[in-house]
């Protein structure tokens, strides 16, 4: 399987790549290539310029910044993955990068990379939605931030424009007594999420009340989503099984259910309640400690 | 003098695993000649459609194209031949390139041939093809449906054949007498092989002597030559060499003659260069020849006591838009006359209908045949088991063929060799502590839990196979193996063999055979395969067959040899022929051990024949055909343990547990992994995999999408065998390459149905038991 012929161009800098990337028609940004490299291999994407930002400096690292994790968009998978900062402040982004493809796709694949590509089915954007990711984009007109609930558009469509580069990720900490989990099933193929879920939750101590509370949904529709009937049913109660099976029965309303060989809509609707209220569990669970 | 040390029957180490391992075996792919063009084909993305016109004119100018043909280019090319003949077989043309229309999504019609690989394929995407789209039918059991579009001219409701074997009288009369007659409607999916490697082809015409030479990914490099030469292209056989390098993995699916092999081999002859193609993983799903793919009714009548009193099966066997190479006899012969199984059945009948559809054609894969009978028959049993609420291992007793040791002549034609199968059944349920599971899957039932046991236990006809018998059933050709050992001068030995290995380690266990029979160190056998210029006409590797037949063609000619050196020695010892043994690398007069000539004396002496017995032939080389007298029957029991999420569906192997009986083991670990990888594949047909069309089109074309079993889905198997040697062959040996494939997919959906009996499930029809599939069973289930 043979790409259909390209251009290729390595530019070092953001400065130099949005240059490029203004100038020449029909070009495709590169980082890393885990989904842009396999259609281009069956012709189903045939652009004539590829852009690779894996020369581009400062682009990679993941370092801790005022009450934020901020991450280079050119981090791999695996690195997010083994990140010792990421493990000790928002231990469930190391976690679902650990659970993206399998170890060739983690060595290559980018957090930014995948991001800006939305595949309806990644792992990160559940995790991007219930966190709160911030996403710096850099044009030619300068940088600009856009919130996660603005990032995903529709099918592999994002708030990235066509001459922007993503830069940066930054990922809000929570504060002490939250607790995480992401919990996918995964395609027997693929290992893309049929469905995947990502709750987070952060619980009053003294309450026991619920006082923050972010859940995303990735794989059962054409985009991830907010489960936000989830969340407004969590937030400032007590977290006990009843409220939280209860809240989890909201986990597909929102969600644009695609039926395909692995399910009806009926069952993926399905899927996305029973992993909403098991990564609920979990995180709670972890809240508590 | 050292006793040289037995390694036949031990586990020794694949001896060519270090240059895969490594990295430096030989694939076709790897072949470089100076001059090789490279081909791409342009392929139908229609499941059915006329063809109308093509156009390469763009094509032709795009840079570095050397020539481009389509089917009307091949005048003066056959069809692809069909091997197996059944009475009214309906056999329509397969042109190796499609002119009047396609009939599959990927039917060649047209040859792009580059300098390079790109080149090619860019050229490719610039030939137009006109096309008239006509209305496709993909499904089995819609093919013969009225209204469903014909597909061949010869064929005009879409039916190739149809054929029975066994007594429907005795069946009906069985039936009549019956306690209970169970029936059930049992699909057995489309499966698609993917081996390792994908398929691969270099042919190189030489124009000065006129000779061909082919390498492919060949599972039989004669029977492609033959095919090739004598039925397609017309080149004389002696003209054409086939090699099979190193193959990596077939599961059968490299066993036919391809369109691509047999176009590249044409081509190279237009444009006197060599020709080059080596497939992608896409155009392997669509091209490989896919397997399985049944829908059968089938009836089994118990009596009161859950004795089987008769069996009848409807099947309707999908051929795919072509008959491949051996593919209606996978449906018939290596079918219905398994359907005896390891049980007493009293009365057998069973009908086939084989039926042409807009799909991949469908041949033999791992099992062939065999696989689609045991998963039927273990269905069956069990569902008679809950029918009459019998315990599965229970009825399972009450109906094993009683133990023999030569000859069980079954109700479907096939004459068994040798067989206990109790035996191998009471070691699984001591494996398993079957009464001790059972409580506690009645202490998880309380809990809510689905907890479930399989069992599945089978027979399968290997040593493929007697040349009379498969004569007299269609088949074009003879089944036997040839084996030729050299003894060099110096007492190296290069044996070549017919056989050949794509991934069964022959290179070591016929070299353990080999060092045995000789008494010389492995490290002096060379074993040769995989080239028709070099090896005495062979029929190559499927069906478990290399052991048995081709293992016996080695040994045959060992024992010539043997025969031979004791003639020579007893001249130099002064002795008489037949007062010489051979015994640890010696020739050795009885009873005498110091007097004796060691094997390399005698076999330089064969070669510088000085001081010669009078009236031999110098030299020491001998060549044996081996046409088994019989199938062997291989023979086992295995046990899957599985619970089921509740929530999801989702099924996780807990256990998985074989008992298998191959006869004699030449190499342990060598058959411990031929049945792991088969339990592997026999799992991933019962819980993942799936060939899938939606109008024509394969929506599982990848490996995105098909999903093959991955090891985190299976547990550390526990294995074991009994040993029942078979008196078919002097080895003992029967076949061990297909017993995993065969027996875990019914133990697998045994275990998944035992899980749902407490909602009232007592037979799912259709695989994969994917989640959802297994959710949706569970959530219409009664209770």
């Known amino acids: 399987m043979y790409p259909a012929a390209f251009e290729y161009h390595a530019p070092t800098s953001v400065k130099d790549a949005l240059k490029l990337l203004g100038k020449l028609k029909d070009s495709k940004l590169l980082a890393g290539g885990h989904s842009l490299i396999p259609m281009m291999k069956l012709r189903l994407a045939q652009p004539k310029h590829i852009i690779d930002l894996g020369k581009v400096k400062g682009l990679t690292g993941i370092k801790e910044e005022k009450g934020a994790v901020v991450v280079g968009a050119m981090t791999t998978h695996w690195e997010v993955e083994s990140s010792k900062v990421l493990k000790a402040k928002i231990p469930v982004v190391a976690e679902t990068a650990s659970v993206i493809g399998d170890p060739a796709v983690r060595n290559k694949g980018t957090i930014g990379g995948s991001l800006a590509h939305a595949d309806p089915a990644a792992d990160m954007p559940a995790t991007a939605i219930a966190l709160g990711f911030e996403f710096v984009c850099e044009g030619a007109k300068g940088k600009r931030t856009v919130k996660v609930d603005d990032w995903f558009k529709g099918l592999m469509e994002t708030a990235l424009k066509d001459k922007e580069v993503l830069t940066t990720i930054r990922i809000p900490a929570w504060p002490a007594g939250s607790g995480a989990c992401y919990m996918k099933f995964p395609h027997p193929a693929s290992r893309f999420a049929i469905v995947g879920v990502c709750a987070a939750v952060t619980v009053d101590k003294k309450s026991g009340n619920c006082t923050k509370v972010g859940v995303g949904v990735t794989g059962a529709g054409t985009r991830a989503v907010r489960a936000k009937g989830v969340e407004a049913a969590l937030l400032g109660k007590k977290l006990d099984a009843a409220t939280i099976e209860a809240a989890a029965q909201k986990a597909a309303e929102g969600v644009d259910v695609q039926a395909d060989l692995q399910g009806s809509v009926e069952y993926k609707a399905h899927l996305c309640r029973v992993f909403a209220r098991r990564a609920l569990e979990a995180a709670l669970k972890r809240a508590q400690g | ?783």
Not at chain 2, 63 to 91: E, Q, R
Not at chain 2, 479 to 508: A, I, N
Not at chain 2, 627 to 634: E, L, R
């Open chain 2, 1 to 783: 003098m050292a006793t040289v040390e037995r390694v036949l029957g031990k586990s020794i180490k694949r001896r060519e695993d270090p240059r895969f391992i490594t990295g430096r075996g030989t694939y076709v792919d790897d072949v470089r000649l100076p001059g090789t063009t490279v081909a791409a084909f342009v392929r139908s993305p229609h499941a059915h459609a006329r063809i109308k016109k093509i156009d390469t004119a763009a094509a032709l100018k795009h840079p570095g194209v050397v020539a481009i043909f389509t089917g009307k280019d091949m005048a003066g090319v056959n069809s692809l031949p069909c091997g197996w003949l059944l009475p009214g077989l309906k056999v329509p043309p397969h042109m190796p390139l499609a002119a009047d229309a396609a009939r599959c999504v990927g039917d060649p019609v047209a040859i792009v041939i580059a300098e390079t690989q790109s080149a090619a394929q860019d050229a490719a995407d610039k030939v137009k093809v006109t096309w008239e789209v006509l209305r496709a039918v993909s499904a089995t059991d819609q093919a013969t449906a009225k209204g469903a579009p014909q597909i061949h001219e010869v064929a005009p409701s879409n039916e190739a054949f149809t054929w029975q074997i066994g007594d429907a009288a005795a069946v009906d009369a069985a039936f009549r007498g019956a306690a209970r007659v169970v029936k059930k409607k049992i699909v057995n999916q489309r499966l698609v092989a993917n081996p390792m490697e994908p398929r691969a082809c270099l042919a190189r015409y030489d124009q000065a002597t006129g000779d061909l030479t082919l390498w492919v990914t060949s599972q039989n490099p004669h029977v492609h030559r033959l095919l090739m030469a004598a039925f397609v292209l017309g080149i004389p056989e002696h003209k054409v060499r086939v090699i099979a390098p190193d193959v990596g993995g077939g599961f059968g699916s490299k066993i036919f003659l391809y369109n691509e092999e047999t176009i590249c081999s044409w081509a190279t002859k237009q444009i006197k260069r060599p020709v080059r193609w080596t497939s992608t993983r896409r155009e392997a799903f669509q091209t490989d020849a896919h397997g399985r793919d049944h829908v059968t009714e089938a009836e089994m009548g118990f009596d009161a006591h859950g004795k089987i009193v008769g069996l009848r099966v409807k099947t309707i066997a999908n051929m795919g838009a072509y008959l491949s190479t051996f593919a209606p006899a996978v449906p018939t012969y290596l079918y219905a006359t398994l359907l005896n199984g390891v049980y007493t059945i009293p009365a057998i009948h069973a009908h086939v209908t084989g039926v042409f559809t807009n799909t991949t054609p469908v041949d033999a894969y791992r099992g062939a045949g065999r696989p689609e009978a045991a998963y039927l028959l273990e269905r069956m049993v069990d569902a008679g088991a809950a029918a009459l609420k019998l315990d599965p291992a229970d009825i399972r007793k009450k109906n094993f063929i009683p133990k023999f040791d030569n000859g069980f002549q079954t109700q479907v034609a096939l004459n068994y060799d040798s067989g206990n199968y109790a035996a191998a059944f009471d070691k699984l349920l001591a494996m398993v502590d079957y009464r001790k599971f059972r409580h506690e899957q009645e202490a998880a039932r309380k809990q809510g839990r689905l907890l479930g046991i399989g069992f599945s236990t089978y027979i399968e006809a290997c040593s493929i196979a007697p040349s009379k018998v498969v004569g007299s059933l269609g088949a074009q050709a003879g089944l036997y193996e040839s084996g030729k050992v050299r003894v060099h001068p110096t007492g190296g030995v290069t044996v070549y063999t017919g056989s050949h290995s794509h991934g069964q380690g022959h290179e070591t266990t016929f070299s353990q055979l080999v060092a045995d029979e000789l008494g010389v160190p492995m490290e002096s056998v060379e074993i040769v395969h995989g080239d028709t210029g070099a090896i005495p006409f062979g029929m190559g590797t499927y069906g478990s067959r290399s052991g048995a037949v081709g293992g016996t063609a080695i040994l045959m000619s060992l024992q010539k040899i043997k025969e031979k050196g004791k003639k020579i020695a007893a001249h130099l010892l002064e002795a008489s022929p037949s007062d010489i043994e051979y015994t640890n690398g010696q020739f050795q007069v009885k009873g005498f051990p110091g007097k004796s000539v060691p094997f390399g004396q005698v076999a330089l002496t064969a070669y510088v024949p000085h001081n010669y017995p009078e009236g031999l032939e110098p030299g020491l080389e001998e060549t044996s055909f081996y046409d088994p007298s019989n199938f062997c029957f291989p023979f086992g029991a295995h046990a899957c343990v599985v619970e089921i999420d509740r929530d999801t569906g989702q099924v996780k192997v807990l256990r998985y547990l074989a008992v298998d009986d191959v006869g004699n083991v030449m190499n342990p670990m060598i058959v411990d992994g031929m049945v792991h990888g088969g339990i592997a594949q026999g799992v991933g047909q019962a819980l993942c995999e799936g060939a899938v069309y939606d109008d024509g089109q394969l929506v599982t074309g990848s490996m995105m999408d098909y999903a093959l079993p991955k090891a985190d889905m299976l547990p550390m198997y526990e294995t074991d065998r009994t040993v029942t040697p078979t008196p078919v062959n002097p080895l003992g040996v029967k076949g061990a390459g297909e017993t995993g494939t065969i027996a875990a997919t019914p133990a697998v959906m045994n275990a998944v149905v035992d899980a749902l009996a407490p909602l009232g499930v007592d037979h799912i029809e259709t695989m994969p038991l994917t989640a959802s599939r297994v959710w949706s069973v569970m959530k219409s289930a009664k209770r």
